[in-house]
């Protein structure tokens, strides 16, 4: 795939160099090109940077790893996502996020072209997302969106990131569930000194 990843910070450019690794083109877009966070990924002749709007115009789809506070001017910064896929990884932690929206990924929808939108890879931190092993195990991934095309994008994206699986969480109604859980990670991680190195993974029987 074609890949747009818009954020550059600890997240965007870990699954930026999962996703060149398992055969994918990634186009970081960038307000300037000469000079942003994760100029070193260029060193993988399978990510570029590119302006914005010209990153995404040459991708299907658009991975937004920004600070949530800025999900609405990062998405009516995009340009036509008419067809796209965007999964979206912010999160509204602790009212900190856009304006008027209890989630990023609605303000998403408001303020785009599609409706493939799926919120995904935004549950763990970025070090499960750079590896994902524990001992025998991998850690799964979780997704939620109307879209059925950009779920099963954001599964197959998630299994190309090594994780072990990538769960359908519902509708878009479960936005903030899933941002919730991102909390819930964030909660036990720092707040309760866990530590960085704990994740989930769904078990049956």
Known sequence: MNIAIIGTGNVGSTLATKWAAAGHQIKLGVRDINQFKGRHLLDNPA???????????????????????????????????????????????????????????DAVLDNTQTKAVAKCFNVTGFNNMLNPNYGTQKLDMFTCGDSKEAKEVARLLSLDASFAECYDCGGNDRFQLLEQFAFFWINLAMMQGQGREIGFKLLKR
């Not at 990062?74 to 989630?103: C, E, F, H, W």
Request: hydrophobic share 45%.
């Open 47 to 105: 990510i570029q940077a590119l302006p914005i709007q010209e990153a995404v115009a040459l991708s299907e789809v658009i991975l937004l790893a920004t600070p949530a506070p800025f999900a609405v001017e990062v998405a009516q910064s995009l340009g036509n996502t008419s067809g796209k896929v965007i999964l979206d990884s912010m999160n509204t932690v602790m009212g900190r996020g856009p304006a008027g929206y209890t989630n990023t990924a």
